[in-house]
């Protein structure tokens, strides 16, 4: 311990002393301060950096969720849209379908009124012909049958015999 | 390891510019300077120990018995009665034991075991009592630019050099490059391992300048001691009291409120307590932390440059036991190894007396009442830390 203190030099205390604050003055203004701020400076843009990013990370999630809800929405509207398609050309060619049988059948039934009716004519004029000819025939047979006496009688009993009969 | 290659190549080109430019202090003496025997290396340790007014990197003794010595002398500046007295440490011809004495200004010096001393009027001749201190003379109040001011210099220069070349760095950019970005990150090291989680994110950046500059200051000067330049400026006491006395300065000025009454008037003990817990807080804070500062990095940093000496020494002490080539051997490799752990303790000196000093700050400007406890764990674990290297 004697040494210890008999080393201790007063001068070299009292020069180290006046050193350091020198020192230490020093290095603060130039040296410690402009370091400093740097770093601070420099870990703040860092981090301002780093929220920004995650800031417009968490954004682009947003516009992300955003796109996909439009999406989303798009695909349903472009179904709907899509089956109110269908349906409608569903319903299309079921109601031409039903004209169109409507249509058929009505043609069909005109042409077969058609049909009827000229069928009918057809008949008339047949019975007509038939009439006719039938006169004919029987004004024929009658003349032949008028020209014998006996007969004429033989056929007037029997048209009065189904006279009676009627 | 970067970094410690560019300051070994630093230092060895500082000291090579020095070299070159040196005066070439060569001058006659017995061959007395070898060092050989137990008791002379023993001498010679000690005498490396204490700073020295002259720089000298190497001496060796010529052919003709002559002692030379390679490097240069310092100024001597002492306070004597007459006023300030300078002369250049030459004169004293690298004489250590009185027998060389200067005359300057009509006063006489001698300079025995690095002390000067102011001899009395008319002295032409130093009287030594038995403990080789000077009867007719008094020490003077040495001003000198020693070999440890040199040093402090250099690496007040070097810090200097280098921080305010990074500083200089961040104006043009973000990143700093080629050394900076060595330093750069043990600069955050300082900020965010020692001052920030001791002094706390709200006082910390107020003493940020001061742990940065004791840190790099110290360390630096740990490094320096190791190099052949053979400072050994930490190891001498005058300057870790510097050290420890700023950080006493600092702590205690910058003590609030809570600090004072925690250590006058101790809140929650009974009154009669108080008084007695005040004794000891004050001696805490006002003697044993600067002590424990001071003590513990002078310690190491001698006991390393003993040990580191002792070891060399084994090539001339062991050398009839074990031949030249054995004692050799020997003492290079244990003085490698001791080297490295020496390299380590160097940082981690450095690293404590920043600890504790932002340990000691925080405590002073802390907010709340835990800070006891905090003290004495952190306080173990340093010395357990310590004690493992040490």
Not at chain 2, 237 to 242: E, F, G, L, N
Not at chain 2, 318 to 339: D, H, P, T
């Amino acid at each position: 311990m004697g040494d210890l203190f008999n080393d201790f030099s007063i001068g070299l205390f009292a020069i180290q002393t006046v050193l350091l604050i020198v020192l230490i003055l020093l290095m603060a203004k130039f040296a410690w301060k402009p370091i400093m701020n740097s770093l601070t400076e420099r870990e703040e843009g860092i981090q301002g950096a780093l929220d920004a990013a995650d800031k417009a990370r968490r954004e682009m999630e947003n516009l992300q969720a955003d796109n996909q809800r439009l999406l989303q929405e798009a695909r349903l509207e472009r179904d709907t849209m899509f089956k109110e398609a269908r349906e409608i050309k569903a319903k299309m060619i079921e109601d031409a379908k039903g004209e169109a049988q409507e249509q058929a059948n009505s043609m069909i039934k005109q042409a077969q009124e058609a049909i009827e009716s000229e069928k009918r004519n057809a008949m008339a004029e047949l019975k007509n012909q038939v009439a006719v000819l039938s006169v004919d025939i029987a004004e024929k047979v009658i003349r032949e049958e008028l020209s014998n006496k006996s007969k004429q009688l033989e056929l007037v009993d029997k048209m009065l015999g189904e006279a009676r009969l009627n | 390891m970067g970094i410690f290659q560019y300051r070994f190549r630093f230092l060895f080109l500082v000291s090579f510019l020095l070299c070159g430019s040196a005066l070439f202090a060569q001058d006659a003496e017995q061959a007395e300077g070898i060092v050989d025997t137990k008791k002379e290396v023993d001498d010679y340790i000690q005498h490396h120990i204490q700073d020295s007014h002259d720089f000298t990197i190497f001496s060796y003794s010529n052919d003709a018995g002559e002692r030379k010595h390679f490097g240069f002398p310092l100024p001597v500046i002492v306070w004597t009665s007459e006023g300030l007295v300078t002369f250049m440490s030459s004169q004293f011809d690298h004489n250590d034991n009185g027998e060389v004495i200067v005359e300057e200004e009509g006063l006489s010096f001698a300079k025995i075991h690095g002390s000067i001393y102011e001899l009395e009027g008319g002295a032409t001749a130093v009287n030594l009592d038995e403990e080789q201190h000077a009867t007719n003379g008094d020490k003077v109040i040495d001003f000198s630019i020693t070999k440890s001011v040199v040093g402090i210099l250099l690496i007040g220069l070097l810090m200097f050099v280098w921080f305010f070349g990074l500083a200089r760095q961040y104006k043009n950019k973000k990143i700093p490059t080629g050394f900076g970005r060595v330093l750069e990150p043990l600069v955050l090291y300082v900020r965010d391992e020692l001052a920030r989680p001791n002094i706390g994110e709200k006082h910390y950046r107020k003493f940020t300048g001061y742990l940065l500059t004791v840190f790099f200051f110290i360390w630096l000067l740990n490094m320096a001691g190791l190099t052949p330049l053979g400072f050994n400026v930490t190891g001498q006491i005058a300057v870790t009291a510097a050290l420890a006395i700023f950080t006493l300065i600092i702590y205690t000025i910058s003590g609030n409120r809570d600090y004072w009454m925690h250590i006058l008037w101790m809140p929650g003990v009974p009154i009669l307590i108080r008084p007695i817990l005040a004794i000891i807080e004050l001696v805490g804070a006002f003697i044993i932390k600067p002590f424990s500062l001071m003590v513990r990095l002078f310690a190491n940093i001698t006991a390393g440059h003993i040990v580191m000496m002792s070891l060399i020494a084994i090539m001339f002490v062991l050398r009839a036991e074990l031949g030249v080539v054995g004692s050799s051997v020997l003492s290079v490799a244990l003085s490698l190894l001791l080297f490295f752990i020496e390299l380590l303790v160097a940082f981690l000196q450095a690293y404590i007396f920043t600890m504790l000093s932002a340990l000691f700050i925080g405590m002073a400007v802390a907010e709340h009442d835990h800070d006891h406890d905090k003290k004495g764990h952190d306080g173990s674990d340093v010395e357990d830390v310590r004690g493992d290297f040490i």
